[in-house]
Protein backbone atom coordinates (compact mmCIF):
# COMPACT_ATOMS: atom_id res chain seq x y z
CA UNK A 1 0.00 0.00 0.00
CA UNK A 2 1.33 3.18 -1.40
CA UNK A 3 0.96 5.95 1.65
CA UNK A 4 2.91 9.42 3.32
CA UNK A 5 3.77 9.24 6.48
CA UNK A 6 4.87 12.46 8.48
CA UNK A 7 6.79 12.33 11.83
CA UNK A 8 8.98 15.18 14.01
CA UNK A 9 6.13 17.17 14.86
CA UNK A 10 5.74 17.85 18.97
CA UNK A 11 5.90 21.32 21.28
CA UNK A 12 8.69 23.78 21.25
CA UNK A 13 9.10 26.89 22.42
CA UNK A 14 9.64 30.29 20.23
CA UNK A 15 13.08 30.04 18.85
CA UNK A 16 12.97 26.58 18.71
CA UNK A 17 13.85 24.32 15.76
CA UNK A 18 11.87 21.49 14.46
CA UNK A 19 12.56 19.05 11.80
CA UNK A 20 9.69 17.22 10.25
CA UNK A 21 10.02 14.15 7.70
CA UNK A 22 8.18 12.68 5.09
CA UNK A 23 8.47 8.98 4.29
CA UNK A 24 6.54 7.49 1.45
CA UNK A 25 5.68 3.90 1.42
CA UNK A 26 5.32 1.02 -0.98
CA UNK A 27 6.94 -0.26 -3.93
CA UNK A 28 7.94 3.76 -5.09
CA UNK A 29 9.24 4.14 -8.36
CA UNK A 30 9.88 7.98 -8.61
CA UNK A 31 7.72 11.03 -7.14
CA UNK A 32 7.18 14.13 -9.16
CA UNK A 33 6.85 17.81 -6.48
CA UNK A 34 6.37 17.25 -2.93
CA UNK A 35 5.02 20.18 -0.99
CA UNK A 36 4.63 20.83 2.97
CA UNK A 37 1.69 22.73 3.84
CA UNK A 38 -0.21 23.43 6.90
CA UNK A 39 -3.48 24.04 8.48
CA UNK A 40 -4.32 26.13 11.92
CA UNK A 41 -7.94 25.70 13.57
CA UNK A 42 -10.36 28.03 11.64
CA UNK A 43 -7.85 28.90 8.70
CA UNK A 44 -7.56 27.16 5.71
CA UNK A 45 -4.95 24.73 4.58
CA UNK A 46 -1.91 26.95 3.17
CA UNK A 47 1.29 26.24 1.03
CA UNK A 48 4.65 26.13 3.43
CA UNK A 49 7.49 25.01 1.00
CA UNK A 50 7.84 22.55 -2.16
CA UNK A 51 10.40 21.26 -3.49
CA UNK A 52 10.41 19.64 -7.71
CA UNK A 53 12.22 16.12 -8.06
CA UNK A 54 15.38 18.02 -9.29
CA UNK A 55 14.99 19.99 -5.91
CA UNK A 56 14.10 23.12 -6.90
CA UNK A 57 12.46 24.77 -3.91
CA UNK A 58 9.60 27.74 -3.40
CA UNK A 59 8.30 29.13 0.02
CA UNK A 60 5.61 31.17 1.43
CA UNK A 61 6.73 34.56 2.12
CA UNK A 62 5.82 33.85 6.24
CA UNK A 63 8.28 31.20 6.19
CA UNK A 64 11.13 32.53 4.10
CA UNK A 65 14.23 32.65 5.82
CA UNK A 66 13.84 29.82 8.33
CA UNK A 67 12.45 26.95 6.96
CA UNK A 68 14.19 24.83 4.41
CA UNK A 69 12.40 22.14 2.45
CA UNK A 70 14.39 18.89 1.07
CA UNK A 71 14.02 15.29 0.02
CA UNK A 72 16.11 12.63 -0.45
CA UNK A 73 15.08 10.45 -3.62
CA UNK A 74 16.98 7.27 -2.71
CA UNK A 75 15.13 7.19 0.26
CA UNK A 76 11.98 8.74 -0.93
CA UNK A 77 11.85 11.12 2.29
CA UNK A 78 10.94 14.95 2.42
CA UNK A 79 12.17 16.92 5.15
CA UNK A 80 11.25 20.35 6.19
CA UNK A 81 13.58 22.08 8.65
CA UNK A 82 12.05 24.82 10.73
CA UNK A 83 13.87 27.18 13.08
CA UNK A 84 13.30 30.28 14.75
CA UNK A 85 10.12 29.06 14.89
CA UNK A 86 6.78 31.40 16.29
CA UNK A 87 3.13 30.74 17.57
CA UNK A 88 2.04 31.66 14.46
CA UNK A 89 3.73 28.46 12.80
CA UNK A 90 1.50 26.22 15.33
CA UNK A 91 -0.68 23.85 12.93
CA UNK A 92 -0.85 20.29 12.07
CA UNK A 93 1.84 19.87 9.19
CA UNK A 94 0.69 18.40 6.01
CA UNK A 95 3.02 16.67 3.11
CA UNK A 96 1.64 15.98 -0.35
CA UNK A 97 3.10 14.92 -3.00
CA UNK A 98 1.60 15.41 -6.33
CA UNK A 99 2.23 12.26 -8.40
CA UNK A 100 3.93 9.27 -7.47
CA UNK A 101 4.59 6.35 -9.45
CA UNK A 102 4.62 2.65 -7.77
CA UNK A 103 4.40 -0.97 -8.52
CA UNK A 104 0.50 -0.52 -7.49
CA UNK A 105 -0.73 2.17 -10.22
CA UNK A 106 0.22 6.33 -10.40
CA UNK A 107 -1.01 8.11 -7.41
CA UNK A 108 -1.80 11.71 -7.87
CA UNK A 109 -2.49 14.65 -5.41
CA UNK A 110 -1.76 12.53 -2.03
CA UNK A 111 -1.47 13.48 1.63
CA UNK A 112 -0.46 12.05 4.53
CA UNK A 113 -2.36 12.53 7.41
CA UNK A 114 -0.55 15.23 9.36
CA UNK A 115 1.94 16.00 12.25
CA UNK A 116 0.81 18.77 15.00
CA UNK A 117 3.30 21.34 15.54
CA UNK A 118 2.80 23.68 18.87
CA UNK A 119 5.00 26.56 19.72
CA UNK A 120 4.40 28.10 22.86
CA UNK A 121 5.88 29.03 25.58
Known amino acids: QVQLVESGGGLVQPGGSLRLSCAAS????????MAWYRQAPGKQRELVAAITITGRTNYADSVKGRFTISRDNAKNTMYLQMNNLKPEDTSVYYC???????????????WGQGTRVTVSS
Open 96 to 110: NADRLHSATGTFRDL
Open 26 to 33: GSIFSISA
